[in-house]
């Protein structure tokens, strides 16, 4: 497993924008899909965006796309969630996770091995 440690998250106005960081130790980013997932309070777990190892294809889900950016960095070995218009329903804690090497980009929870301890991210209204 990697372990992974996210970072950036607080408290920020409807219309602003976060960058949230996930620095990687154990594996290499650029050899496992990446992913960010959220839970609001009462809510399950979901998806938000997600990166091919290598970081040649993105996926997100609806509700951020145009909103959300996910990127890789090789040499910091750190994931980047840039989020930006954020919204009151935004708020949530963040999640940075891994698959396995070189597996197929997943949007699926259960598809991930390996996840931070999260960030939290608050959006006043």
């Known amino acids: 497993q990697v372990q992974l440690v996210e970072s950036g998250g607080g408290l920020v106005q409807a219309g602003g924008s976060l960058r949230l960081s996930c620095a990687a130790s154990g594996r290499t980013v650029t050899q496992c899909p990446m992913g960010w997932f959220r839970q609001a309070p009462g809510r399950e777990r979901e998806f938000v965006a997600a990166?091919?190892?290598?970081?040649?294809?993105?996926y997100y889900t609806e509700s951020v796309k145009g909103r959300f950016t996910i990127s890789l960095d090789n040499v910091k070995n750190t994931v980047f969630l840039l989020m930006t218009s954020l919204k009151a329903e935004d708020t949530a804690v963040y999640y940075c996770?891994?698959?396995?090497?070189?597996?197929?980009?997943?949007?699926?929870?259960?598809?991930?091995?390996?996840w931070g301890q999260g960030t939290q991210v608050t959006v006043s209204s």
């Open positions: 990166i091919s190892w290598i970081g040649g294809v993105t």
């Open positions: 996770a891994a698959e396995p090497s070189w597996a197929t980009t997943s949007t699926l929870i259960h598809d991930y091995d390996s």
